[in-house]
């Protein structure tokens, strides 16, 4: 097998691992003529139009980069529901999922000078049908690159969990990547996590600052995390509100609050408060989506409100739960990067390839 091949895992969920990807691939295509990709587990997963099983990224990646490999190489182990049990009852075995891995990885490495293949989740995830990001990066014979959050003794700590199953198994740890560091802290950081990875003889091949609007939710997410769709706006499915406000108190409060690139949360039965604020919005004589409705509560909007809502090109949608349920749930959602996405795609590949050390990264199959 080719050995011009990194696995890239990271230390826990929702630490960016898409996001450095998105970045390694971009970057690697300007050293490389032919780059691969491959997600060799996958758990979010979509159904393609011949209705095969492949994983959310693997879709984004090979649309986004126009990659020539077949889903079935990129994506060839699914763990849909009820897959764990189906493992634990002998109905399914580790062999056969192996040799559809290896498989893939032969078939995407004879057309590809550089492979980036992703694991998912933290090094331990797939465990319990003995299918592991180490073990599986074992399997391919690949040095793996951990990517971490952002700060320095709780990921360091992280670091060293993950890298316990990474010797297990025989796995070569060859680079770290931080990634959401915080600008004013992101020299002192550098400096002390390459002292304690020296420890471990593991470089520090980057250090990616924290992009705020990599984070935010676009209305397609709310959308998704509601299961609804929008009311009105709809050509603003991708749009993003740089800030977010609940809003309850009278109108003069809540106009003398009200600033560009808003997303407000509100009960549906405030007429009094969208009212304002689409008459407020026609005065700015401006098309662009300055503001958006989240409307929360048993009472629905009437059908008048979502006619004006329209009209005034405002992206509103409608949730039936209590205000406060729908804030929890607001609060502890967080984003993923979509294929449609372009704006947010972009901005992570531009990111990345600042701040990613493409020199170690492409050294550490070696």
């Known amino acids: 097998m080719s050995k011009k091949a990194i696995f890239i895992a990271a230390t826990g969920q929702n630490v960016g691992k898409t996001t450095i990807c998105l970045g390694a691939i971009a970057g690697c295509q300007r050293y490389f003529s032919k780059v691969g990709f491959m997600k060799p587990v996958g758990q979010q997963h979509i159904r393609t139009e011949d209705g095969r099983r492949v994983d959310k990224d693997v879709v984004l990646f090979k649309e ?3 990659l020539p490999h077949a889903y079935q190489h990129m994506s060839p182990v699914i763990f849909p529901q009820g897959f764990t049990r189906q493992y634990l009852d002998g109905e399914i075995h580790r062999s056969d999922l192996i040799t559809n891995i290896q498989e893939g990885f032969h078939h995407i490495s004879t057309t590809s000078d550089f492979i980036i293949v992703e694991g998912t989740g933290h090094v ?8 592991c990001n180490a073990y599986v990066a074992r399997q391919l014979d690949l040095s793996l690159i951990l990517i971490s959050k952002g700060g320095l003794g709780s990921s360091f700590d992280e670091l060293a969990i993950n890298r316990a199953l990474c010797e297990q198994y025989g796995v070569k740890i060859a680079g770290v990547i931080l990634n959401r560091v915080l600008e004013d802290k992101r020299d002192m950081v550098i400096e002390y996590m390459q002292k304690a990875l020296k420890r471990w003889n593991i470089p520090l091949i980057g250090a990616i ?3 705020p609007f990599l984070s935010i939710p676009s209305m397609q997410d709310f959308e998704s995390l509601f299961k609804t769709t929008l009311l009105s706006g709809e050509q603003f ?3 993003h509100f740089h800030h977010m406000r609940l809003a309850a108190g009278s109108v003069e409060t809540f106009l003398a609050l009200t600033e560009p690139n808003q997303l407000i949360v509100t009960p549906a039965s405030r007429e009094d408060l969208i009212l304002a604020l689409i008459r407020f919005k026609e005065q700015q004589h401006t098309l662009q989506p300055a503001y958006g409705f989240i409307l929360t509560s048993q009472h629905a909007p009437s059908r008048s409100l979502i006619e004006h809502l329209r009209q005034a090109q405002i992206p509103a949608l409608y949730v039936p ?3 406060f349920e729908a804030m929890v749930m607001i609060n502890s959602f967080t984003a993923k990067i979509r294929k449609e996405d372009t704006q947010k795609v972009e901005q992570a590949i531009h990111l990345v390839t600042r701040y990613l050390d493409f020199q170690a990264l492409m050294q550490a199959p070696d």
């Open 321 to 323: 739960l209590p205000t």
């Open 209 to 211: 600052p924290y992009d």
């Open 64 to 66: 986004h980069f126009h």
């Open 237 to 239: 499915h991708y749009c």
């Open 124 to 131: 331990g995830v797939g465990s319990i049908v003995e299918l």
